[in-house]
C-alpha cells in the first residue's frame, strides 16, 4: 500500500461502477445512458469513473461545471459529454472548441454562446433546458417559445445545433408525488414547442437516477444516472441499493493510531459531551471533519472496528474520532470502516446519512483531497477484492 494510504483511504471499486451502469442500462434499455462525473465523480475520481462508465457503455458523460468537462478531455475523453452549469462570461469558446455539448436556460446565454461560435468559426452544441418545476436552472414555460425560437434562428445561421432539449425533476425520489405528472406534462408541452419552432433535437431527456429506476415514462431518449452509478440509493422511499441491483463503489476505512484503556469518568474530545461509563479501552480513527466526516454525526456515526458497529463517542474534531470499544481488544494500526457496500458487516453512506441528518450524496461527496482514493478491481460475482499491481491509482481526490 502507497505510504499515503496507511493513515486513510477510500478504496473505489471500478467494476462496482461498470456493473452499475449496466444495471441502469437494463432499467431504461430503450434509452442511451449519461453517467453524471461532476463534483469529481461524486467524490469517487471523475476520471477513472468517466473510463468505467464509458467500458460498460455509458454513450454520454455530464458535468456541471466547464472545468470539470475540460479535465476529461484533457484526459483523453472524446466521446459525447455535457455540461449545464454557466454563468455570464464563462468559456464558451473553449468548450465549442473541444466539441462539449451546452446547456442554455436563457437568452443572455444563447446570445454569449452564439457569438463564441462565431468567433471560433465553429457550430456549437447547444441543448435547450426548461424549467419543468425544479425552480433551480431552465428557460421559465412563459418564455421558452421566445428561447427556441431565437435557438432556430442561430441554428438556420449555422451558429449552433440545437442537441438536446432537457429538464430536471423535483421529488422524483418521492414516488407518486404529485409534482411529478406535472413535471411530465410540462416537458411534453415544452418538447411541442420546440419542434413548432423548427428544432429536432438528437435527445430529450428528463430522467434522473431515481426516475431511471422508476418510471419508464420519463426515459424519452436519454437518462442522466448520477448517484446511481456509484451505487449509492437516491432515497429509501425508491428502494435500497441492493433492490435495484447497485453496489457502491467506495470503502472509506482508516487504520487505529491509538488503542488505550481508560477509567470510568473518563471525559472523551472537546466538551466532554461523552464520558465513559466505566473502565474501557478507547480507539482513535484518524478522520474528521477535515476530511469531510460530518460533524453533525457526533455521537451518533457508526464504524465497525474489531467486528463490530460501534459509535462515535464525543464530538468529531478536525482530524479525529474516538470510538469506545467496551473493553474489547484493538490494536493500532487495526482497520476501522467507516462505510462500504455493507457485505463485510460494515456500515454505508446511506447509514452516515441518517446519523448526520443529510443524504448518503452529500456523505460520499464530501470526502477531502487528504484521503486518496485507490482504484481497485473487484470480482463482484464471487465477492473476490483484487487489487492488480500496476493497476492500483493514488488520487488526491482531484482526478
Request: with cysteine.
Amino acid at each position: 500500500m502507497n505510504e499515503t494510504a496507511k493513515r486513510a483511504r477510500a478504496a473505489i471499486d471500478l467494476a462496482a461502477v461498470r456493473s452499475n451502469v449496466r444495471a441502469l442500462r437494463e432499467r431504461a434499455p430503450g434509452s442511451e445512458l449519461m453517467a453524471v462525473v461532476k463534483s469529481d465523480g461524486y467524490g469517487h475520481g471523475a476520471v477513472p469513473c468517466a473510463r468505467a462508465a464509458r467500458a460498460a457503455g455509458a454513450a454520454w458523460l455530464g458535468t456541471a461545471l466547464p472545468e470539470e468537462a475540460f479535465a476529461l478531455r484533457a484526459a483523453g475523453d472524446t466521446g459525447r459529454l455535457m455540461c449545464w452549469l454557466w454563468t455570464p462570461g464563462g468559456p464558451w469558446r473553449k468548450a465549442i472548441e473541444l466539441d462539449i455539448d451546452v446547456a442554455v436556460s436563457g437568452l443572455w446565454a444563447l446570445r454569449e454562446v452564439t457569438a463564441a461560435a462565431r468567433a471560433c468559426g465553429r457550430t456549437a452544441r447547444v441543448q435547450l433546458k426548461i424549467d419543468t418545476g425544479l425552480g433551480r436552472n431552465g428557460c421559465q414555460p412563459a418564455d421558452w417559445a421566445e428561447l427556441t425560437r431565437a435557438a432556430r434562428a442561430a441554428e438556420a445561421e449555422g451558429a449552433l445545433t440545437v442537441t438536446g432539449v432537457w429538464s430536471h425533476f423535483a421529488c422524483a425520489d418521492e414516488p407518486g408525488h404529485p409534482s411529478i405528472a406535472a413535471q411530465l406534462a410540462a416537458f411534453r408541452e415544452a418538447l411541442g414547442t420546440a419542434e413548432a419552432a423548427g428544432l429536432r433535437p438528437e435527445v430529450r431527456h428528463l430522467a434522473n437516477t431515481p426516475a431511471t429506476l422508476t418510471l419508464p415514462e420519463a426515459h424519452f431518449d436519454l437518462v442522466r444516472a448520477g448517484i446511481g452509478v456509484y451505487g449509492v440509493s437516491p432515497s429509501p422511499e425508491v428502494g435500497t441499493s441492493e433492490d435495484f441491483g447497485l453496489r457502491p463503489a467506495m470503502t472509506l476505512e482508516a487504520s487505529l493510531a491509538s488503542v488505550k484503556r481508560v477509567p470510568g469518568g473518563h471525559g472523551v474530545s472537546y466538551g466532554h459531551r461523552y464520558s465513559t461509563p466505566g473502565a474501557t479501552t478507547l480507539a482513535l480513527v484518524p478522520l474528521g471533519y477535515g476530511d469531510g466526516i460530518p460533524r453533525h454525526a457526533s455521537g451518533a456515526g457508526p464504524v465497525l472496528v474489531a467486528g463490530k458497529w460501534r459509535t462515535v463517542a464525543g464530538r468529531i474534531a478536525m482530524d479525529q474520532f474516538v470510538v469506545d470499544l467496551g473493553g474489547e481488544h484493538a490494536e493500532a494500526g487495526d482497520p476501522a470502516v467507516l462505510f462500504g457496500p455493507g457485505d463485510r458487516g460494515e456500515p454505508t453512506a446511506e447509514d452516515w446519512g441518517r446519523a448526520a441528518g443529510t443524504i448518503g450524496y452529500e456523505i460520499v461527496t464530501r470526502i477531502g483531497t487528504r484521503v486518496p482514493r485507490v482504484y481497485v478491481d473487484s470480482d463482484i460475482r464471487n465477492g473476490a477484492r483484487q487489487e492488480p499491481e500496476g493497476n492500483t491509482t493514488l488520487t488526491g481526490g482531484t482526478t
